[in-house]
Nanobody, 120 residues
């Protein structure tokens, strides 16, 4: 069994910063891409940023220059440093990872989500 557990969400004023963490645990053989998605009320879930196992990154246009994704492969953890936060960044943020458990194929796993609220 594999779990993704997020932490670090909360309430912050516009212009402030937050750092999200997501740790993968359980029956893990390998982890490929990891990423963060978000879903605002009444909107579809959207990609925020992804990072490959080699460290290559990809960002949604609206967060470029403000958010930084990173990962610690030894800890099976992905981070999202969010700076210069705006009210429109308010959403539930979800961690995502491609994981291959021992004696199994690749699966796509999701965390439970963490709320980020930016007050203007």
């Amino acid at each position: 069994q594999v779990q993704l557990v997020e932490s670090g969400g909360g309430l912050v004023q516009a212009g402030g910063s937050l750092r999200l963490s997501c740790a993968a645990s359980g029956n893990i053989f390998k982890i490929n891409d990891m990423g963060w998605y978000r879903q605002a009320p009444g909107k579809q879930r959207e990609l925020v940023a992804t990072i490959t196992s080699a460290g290559s990154t990809n960002y949604e246009d609206s967060v470029k220059g403000r958010f930084t994704i990173s990962r610690d492969n030894a800890k099976n953890t992905v981070y999202l440093q969010m700076n210069s936060l705006k009210a429109e960044d308010t959403a539930v943020y979800y961690c995502n990872a491609e994981i291959r458990p021992h004696d199994s194929r690749w699966w796509n796993f999701w965390g439970q989500g963490t709320q980020v609220t930016v007050s203007s």
